[in-house]
């Protein structure tokens, strides 16, 4: 019985106007040792006004380290890192996506490649899914928009995202070419194979009223 038990440790304090939200266990390169990312929100005051800034810690906890800096009132959520942990997709909020390298602390605007302005879901507070390639070149991410869901290509060569199908989402790599997604229009699911110049036709691959596929 004692090998079953479980022990939960706390790893954050509980204060007033704090909030934490996101948490990712990250091993960067299969490395042995985790770190947990997340963000944290912490108001000054109690008219929940402040900054969320994107941070990573231990395992355990002890180890804690502010990766941005967000200022006026900026709200930086859903930090998502590479597997090889040179690079971070996050949200800011009513802005877009961004993306930085770990050390930098502020980021830059991820664009359309076809129309170089950014990716802004408008019916949707947050991105879905952002999910990396095994390889770190890529990543996919889906929002909603004009009552359509889109399901959207990161390209980390170009810093640009490009569309990868509309009325999709749910995307998740099954190698680092493939990417397994949910139609929403044909209630089925397919898969599509992905380069840097290229983007293939859709293979169905299961007929389903239904998938839930990931979490946010």
Excluded: C
């Excluded at 038990?5 to 704090?18: D, F, G, M, P, V």
């Excluded at 929100?41 to 395992?59: L, V």
């Excluded at 890192?81 to 390298?101: A, F, H, R, T």
């Excluded at 390209?155 to 790599?173: C, P, V, Y």
Aim: aromatic letters at 12%.
């Amino acid at each position: 019985m004692k090998d079953d038990l479980q022990i939960k440790r706390k790893l954050t304090a509980i204060n007033n106007n704090e909030w934490y939200g996101d948490p990712e266990f990250v091993n960067i390169d299969g490395t042995k040792d985790s770190l947990i990312m997340y963000w944290q929100d912490k108001f000054q005051s109690n008219n929940n006004i402040g900054e969320a800034n994107i941070y990573w810690m231990d395992a355990f906890g002890n180890l804690v380290k502010q990766l941005t800096k967000a200022i006026n009132g900026e709200r930086l959520l859903m930090p998502r890192m590479s597997p090889d942990g040179e690079k971070i997709l996050y949200y800011k909020e009513d802005d877009g996506l961004y993306v930085m390298n770990p050390s930098d602390e502020v980021g830059v605007p991820v664009t359309t490649t076809s129309s170089n302005v950014k990716v802004l879901p408008e019916n949707n507070k947050y991105f879905r899914n952002i999910s990396w390639a095994p390889n770190s070149e890529r990543a996919v991410f889906w929002t909603y928009k004009n009552n359509t869901y889109f399901l959207y290509l990161f390209e980390r060569s170009i810093g640009k995202a490009r569309l990868l199908q509309s009325g999709a989402r749910f995307g998740s790599w099954y190698d680092n070419s493939t990417v397994t997604y949910r139609s929403e229009s044909a209630n089925k699911m397919y898969m599509i194979n992905v380069t840097s110049n290229t983007i293939g036709d859709p293979i169905l691959i299961h007929d389903s009223p239904w998938a839930d596929l990931q979490p946010r």
